[in-house]
């Protein structure tokens, strides 16, 4: 076959790759640098931050569990202004596009302030709002419901409103933790989403018989890993036939062939997240692996790939 070609475009962003990084997981990338050329990725995504810095929750913020872990971090991070001024620089170096995670400890208002910030900032390629992160609770969202990402209607309104301030290019990180994933993804494309990035952690509790107390600080946590895997795959397939936008997809990916689920579902890219602590080269054996299989399976493009599911009669 003559060229495969692996990049993919995700709003006004070009991907060389169609992998990145999970948010949280990679820190702000300096901690993977001396384990593989970070080059080879699609996109950087970056730790959730907020507009203040955050000494995040009590611990125990992480235990594992079968098959993944639970953490409840609290999105620890060092404010906006640290963020730009130590952080960017790094990232800049690398000439990948930067993802950079956001989020609001109270309402929209924060949210549009640092878009406001980021829309100014030449180094960073896209904003991805953090509407679904259950280690912190939201006075937007509908009676009720703790998380933004839980109801469409705040979902559609912050989209709107991050929208107006902003020509970057905008992710919406959805939650698991809805009845209809579908609706909210469907209202932040609506609302000028250039792409939804899916799943956040699934909500969970783990408790040690013996202390009687649960294994995480904060009491519930968000499960993350391969545990969680088939409840990714089945709601990146579902939204990616509903929406027309990019669908980045996540969720206990850790080798070629789980990445390739997440593609084959309808993802344009995938994230790796809690895999990278488990082996901190692994985003690096996915690029190669996906490009080794498109070619072994005549795939020319990521969007033949997509396509590619074959379904048992
Ligand atoms: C320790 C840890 C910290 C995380 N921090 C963030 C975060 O700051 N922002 C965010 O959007 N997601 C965060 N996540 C969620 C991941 O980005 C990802 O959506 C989720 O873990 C599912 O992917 P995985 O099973 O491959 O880890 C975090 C996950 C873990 C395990």
Redesign the pocket.
């Given at each position: 076959m003559s060229r495969i070609r692996t990049e993919v475009r995700i709003g006004r962003m070009m991907l060389r790759t169609p992998v990145t990084v999970?948010?949280?997981?990679f820190g702000y990338a300096s901690e993977f640098s001396g384990f593989f050329d970070l080059r080879i990725l699609g996109a950087v995504t970056t730790?959730?931050v907020t507009l203040k810095p955050r000494r995040g929750n009590v611990p125990p913020r992480?235990c594992e569990t079968p098959a993944?872990?639970l953490?409840s971090?609290g999105?620890e991070n060092p404010g906006i202004d640290v963020f730009l001024k130590e952080k960017m620089p790094f990232l800049a170096g690398y000439k990948v596009p930067v993802i950079v995670?956001i989020?609001s400890e109270s309402d929209n208002r924060e949210f549009i302030e640092l878009a406001r910030r980021l829309d100014h900032c030449r180094e960073a390629a896209a904003i991805?709002l953090?509407i679904?992160?259950p280690n912190i609770r939201h006075t937007t969202a509908r009676p009720g419901t703790s998380l933004i990402a839980q109801d469409a209607g705040a979902t559609y309104r912050l989209v709107k409103a991050v929208r107006a301030v902003t020509k970057k290019t905008i992710i919406t990180?959805l939650s698991p933790n809805v009845t209809d994933i579908v609706s909210i993804a469907a209202a932040a494309e609506e609302a000028g989403s250039d792409a939804v990035a899916l799943?956040?952690?699934i909500t969970g509790m783990s408790i040690d018989a013996s202390s009687r107390k649960s294994r995480i600080g904060a009491v519930i946590g968000?499960l993350?890993?391969p545990a969680?895997r088939p409840v990714?795959v089945r709601m990146v397939w579902e939204v990616s036939r509903r929406v027309s936008i990019p669908v980045i997809g996540?969720?206990?990916?850790c080798d070629t062939d789980s990445a390739l689920e997440f593609l084959l579902a309808g993802a344009s890219a995938v994230?790796?997240?809690?895999?990278n602590f488990l082996s901190p080269s692994l985003a690096d054996e996915i690029v190669k692996g996906i490009r080794e299989y498109m070619r072994e399976n005549r795939f020319g493009s990521v969007s033949m790939l997509r396509k590619g599911m074959k379904y048992a009669r």
């Amino acid at each position: 076959m003559s060229r495969i070609r692996t990049e993919v475009r995700i709003g006004r962003m070009m991907l060389r790759t169609p992998v990145t990084v999970a948010s949280g997981t990679f820190g702000y990338a300096s901690e993977f640098s001396g384990f593989f050329d970070l080059r080879i990725l699609g996109a950087v995504t970056t730790k959730t931050v907020t507009l203040k810095p955050r000494r995040g929750n009590v611990p125990p913020r992480t235990c594992e569990t079968p098959a993944g872990m639970l953490n409840s971090v609290g999105l620890e991070n060092p404010g906006i202004d640290v963020f730009l001024k130590e952080k960017m620089p790094f990232l800049a170096g690398y000439k990948v596009p930067v993802i950079v995670s956001i989020a609001s400890e109270s309402d929209n208002r924060e949210f549009i302030e640092l878009a406001r910030r980021l829309d100014h900032c030449r180094e960073a390629a896209a904003i991805e709002l953090n509407i679904s992160c259950p280690n912190i609770r939201h006075t937007t969202a509908r009676p009720g419901t703790s998380l933004i990402a839980q109801d469409a209607g705040a979902t559609y309104r912050l989209v709107k409103a991050v929208r107006a301030v902003t020509k970057k290019t905008i992710i919406t990180k959805l939650s698991p933790n809805v009845t209809d994933i579908v609706s909210i993804a469907a209202a932040a494309e609506e609302a000028g989403s250039d792409a939804v990035a899916l799943i956040n952690t699934i909500t969970g509790m783990s408790i040690d018989a013996s202390s009687r107390k649960s294994r995480i600080g904060a009491v519930i946590g968000g499960l993350s890993g391969p545990a969680i895997r088939p409840v990714a795959v089945r709601m990146v397939w579902e939204v990616s036939r509903r929406v027309s936008i990019p669908v980045i997809g996540m969720g206990g990916i850790c080798d070629t062939d789980s990445a390739l689920e997440f593609l084959l579902a309808g993802a344009s890219a995938v994230a790796v997240g809690t895999g990278n602590f488990l082996s901190p080269s692994l985003a690096d054996e996915i690029v190669k692996g996906i490009r080794e299989y498109m070619r072994e399976n005549r795939f020319g493009s990521v969007s033949m790939l997509r396509k590619g599911m074959k379904y048992a009669r």
